[in-house]
């Protein structure tokens, strides 16, 4: 919904606060948002491969049979054979926070990850705002070109914005209406800023030895 009344809409920000002025100018176009990394501060793939190795350690060796037949096609096995607490995976609080507003706000929200589909449909159920989930179907790794070539024949040329967090999303924000960059290093954002208009920034919530330290507690 556009803003049609900035006079009305500053109103709505004095009496209800900062957020009014952002829920009345909600871009009609989805918002197509990568899980690991961005919404998520952990690899939901990665936590899969220790779950799986945690029940059943004597069966490593078949990860590796597994990657020999590509790696969506060890993102479905795991998918199928291992467990995965989404309750338990860390998100980022802000951005989060950020995306139950735009959903509120009625805007479509979809999750697109180069993880199993499955697997991103679990964590899509978690969250409750998104209107969809995009992943990885056991042939094609859902990843930079490839996700971009989904997206584009599911909304059109520039017809998404997209939010993400590693330099594999560049080709995805290049082809973006606009871009959103979370956890993202300084050199992943200077770079993201070349190839796309970025309208907004979270940056990292938690350090990457930390996110180590939680996953192998789990």
């Not at 009014?20 to 100018?25: E, N, P, R, S, V």
């Not at 609080?93 to 009625?106: T, Y």
Request: glycine share 8%; hydrophobic share 45%; charged share 30%.
């Amino acid at each position: 919904m556009r803003l049609k009344n900035r006079k009305f809409a500053l109103i709505c920000a004095a009496l209800f606060g900062k957020n009014a002025m952002d829920q009345l100018t909600v871009s009609s176009r989805p918002l197509c948002v990568d899980m690991d990394g961005t919404l998520l501060e952990t690899d939901a793939t990665a936590e899969l491969i220790v779950s799986f190795l945690r029940a059943h350690f004597w069966r490593g060796g078949a990860l590796l049979f597994w990657l020999l037949r590509g790696r969506a096609h060890v993102k479905r096995r795991l998918a199928e054979e291992a467990v995965l607490r989404v309750d338990l995976l860390p998100a980022h609080p802000d951005f989060v926070k950020f995306l139950e507003e735009q959903h509120a706000a009625g805007r479509t929200l979809v999750l697109a990850s180069a993880a199993d589909e499955r697997t991103v449909r679990q964590v899509a159920e978690r969250f409750k705002i998104f209107s969809s989930a995009i992943g990885s179907d056991g042939k094609t790794n859902l990843r930079g070109e490839a996700k971009l070539k989904r997206l584009t024949g599911l909304f059109g040329p520039k017809g998404f914005d997209y939010a993400g967090n590693s330099s594999v999303d560049l080709p995805v924000w290049g082809g973006a209406a606009e871009a959103i960059v979370v956890n993202a290093r300084r050199g992943v954002e200077r770079r993201a800023r070349q190839v796309a208009r970025v309208t907004r920034t979270f940056p990292r919530h938690t350090g990457r030895l930390e996110l180590l330290k939680r996953m192998l507690r789990r």
